[in-house]
């Protein structure tokens, strides 16, 4: 497949997904949320304690599909996120599985509160 301005709006929104569709580089977005200015490597290996080489390829996995931006900066390289909205995006997401996961745990309450069905042996 190319990757020309004629590929799909639905297939280029499914490679970035793909590129979020781990927890580790979940876990650095959060980060970089969080910190809101340009983080140190350093850092984002301190908060996560993901092997370096590990880290490295997930970061470059994020900076690949433009979710986030590297600047070198004497021997530290910083990463910060390319856009504003990823930050929403991943609270959306969060709001999304908090709402799924509550309302599994009331249909589990509303389960348990159902009458046997017949006698245990």
Same mark, same amino acid.
């Given at each position: 497949?190319?990757?020309?301005?004629?590929?799909?709006?639905?297939? #280029?929104?499914? $490679?970035?997904?793909?590129?979020?569709?781990?927890? /580790?580089r #979940?876990?650095v977005?959060? #980060?970089?949320? /969080?910190? @809101?200015?340009?983080?140190?490597?350093?850092? #984002?290996?301190?908060?996560?304690?993901?092997?370096?080489?590990?880290?490295?390829?997930?970061?470059?996995?994020?900076?690949?599909?433009?979710?986030?931006? /590297?600047?070198?900066? @004497? $021997?530290?390289?910083?990463?910060e996120?390319?856009?504003?909205?990823? %930050?929403?995006?991943?609270?959306?997401?969060?709001?999304?599985? /908090?709402?799924?996961?509550?309302?599994?745990?009331?249909?589990?309450?509303?389960?348990?509160?159902?009458?046997?069905?017949?006698? %245990?042996?």
């Amino acid at each position: 497949m190319s990757d020309g301005p004629e590929r799909p709006l639905y297939e #280029i929104k499914a $490679n970035l997904f793909k590129a979020l569709a781990h927890p /580790a580089r #979940i876990r650095v977005l959060e #980060i970089l949320c /969080a910190s @809101g200015e340009p983080t140190p490597v350093s850092d #984002i290996l301190a908060d996560t304690a993901i092997e370096p080489t590990l880290l490295s390829q997930h970061l470059a996995v994020l900076k690949r599909h433009h979710v986030v931006r /590297a600047q070198r900066v @004497g $021997n530290a390289v910083f990463y910060e996120l390319t856009h504003p909205k990823i %930050s929403e995006l991943l609270v959306i997401a969060r709001t999304f599985l /908090a709402d799924t996961l509550g309302a599994q745990r009331d249909q589990l309450e509303t389960f348990k509160r159902l009458p046997p069905l017949g006698r %245990s042996q």
